[in-house]
């Protein structure tokens, strides 16, 4: 089953999409902000024979993971016709400009007088990170009028990616040569929503994201996990985060010391999954802190008290030299190379998107909008929804992150 594009043209830098507004900021110091809902509906309401699949694909993703509609859609009277509609959709090209969306499409300052080299929407805070350091400002705090603002400034160092829990609130930052730090969150906190930094690791990191409640970090040259430990807290029935220890990528993968930096390949991962290229391909494990059931012909291994079952080897081409950055979402591991972005599907299907994009993101902690790709190109920006991941077995997939509710997660493994 094909992906579903949007294109938007224009001139963007990078995109957010949150609580129903899309988000492009431009490198002059514009930000536009979009109404999703009400865009997505336009399209839909012009497309009354696809209208159902339009609204699947761009802003409720959510409705075909859920477990009670996941049951249905086994039912192929049901699954026919939906599935009819979305291969339509795909063949479909959608474009909509300012003038399409005028009605609900605004253009504003940025909240940041810098440009981000990355972006995180967390509780309607805003955050930008950058050679100036980590900042944060409420969403919504743009204004046509008025002098330009940095927010409040969390952190000093250049900050390579910044990335927000699921599970806890908390950030993750990544601060190149500084390391990887986490600042707690402070809902309730109107003046400085980030307190408690803690440096979880001294390695290089340029890049991070969480693994339930721990967290990875990587570049090039190496990833690492800075694991946590849920306990109970002493006469309650609460659990409680605390650290353990920093353990490198290449220990799951029985890489030892004594071999070449190079054999470590490139490492990534995020939630259950985690990925290592190889010259013989993309080694996958699964990621659980607690004794999973063991699934057929799988390669169990112990570290302390968690676990990494060996999945498999997705079979691909790719040498781990190739590689700008990479993603991963539940329809898939995401790799960017010099001329292109590969997605791996959950499928096992491969899409090439070619083209040196100027950003790309995808959004693995959004309800709404997990499916989507958004890649950035001189002059437009192509919203990339994945549909297929709706009728795939989440819980045998080498590529892409299970998604689902915590009781389908612990019955995944």
Known sequence: MRPVKLTIPGEFWDSQIYSGELLLLEDNGAINKIDWRQAVNAIADKSNDIQTAVRVAFSDSDLFYNPKVRKILLDPQIATPIKAQLSKLASTALSSNFRD???????????????????????????????????????????????????????????????????????????????????????????????????????????????????????????????????????????????????????????????????????????????????????????????????????????DDETFDRRGTINTKIGANQVVATGTAPFGAIIELNDRIIVIRSDNEVDEFLGEPVHWRVFPRSEHYSNQLHIIYEDRLEVISFVHDYFVNQKSKLAGFARGTTDELTEAF
């Open 101 to 303: 969306w005028a009605g609900f499409w605004q253009k504003e300052r940025s909240p940041f007088n810098f440009l981000p080299i990355d972006t995180e929407i967390y509780y309607n805070q805003f955050f930008a990170c950058g050679d100036e350091g980590l900042y944060s400002t409420p969403r919504g705090s743009a204004s046509s009028k008025g002098p330009k603002s940095s927010g409040i400034k969390h952190h000093d160092a250049r900050i390579f990616q910044v990335k927000a829990s699921d599970r806890y609130t908390a950030i993750a930052a990544a601060a190149g040569d500084d390391g990887l730090f986490e600042f707690s969150f402070n809902r309730k906190e109107t003046d400085d929503v980030l307190s408690s930094e803690t440096r979880l690791s001294k390695q290089p990191c340029n890049a991070c994201e969480w693994a339930f409640q721990s967290v990875m970090g990587w570049t090039a040259k190496g990833a690492f996990l800075a694991k946590f430990k849920e306990e109970k807290e002493k006469n309650t029935s609460k659990t409680v985060r605390t650290f353990d220890r920093v353990v490198s990528v290449g220990d799951y993968f029985n890489v030892t010391s004594s071999q070449a930096p190079s054999s470590d390949g490139f490492s990534w991962g995020a939630r259950e999954k985690i990925y290592r290229i190889t010259e013989n391909g993309i080694e996958v494990a699964d990621y659980q802190h607690s004794t999973p059931k063991k699934s057929p012909n799988a390669q169990i291994k112990l570290i």
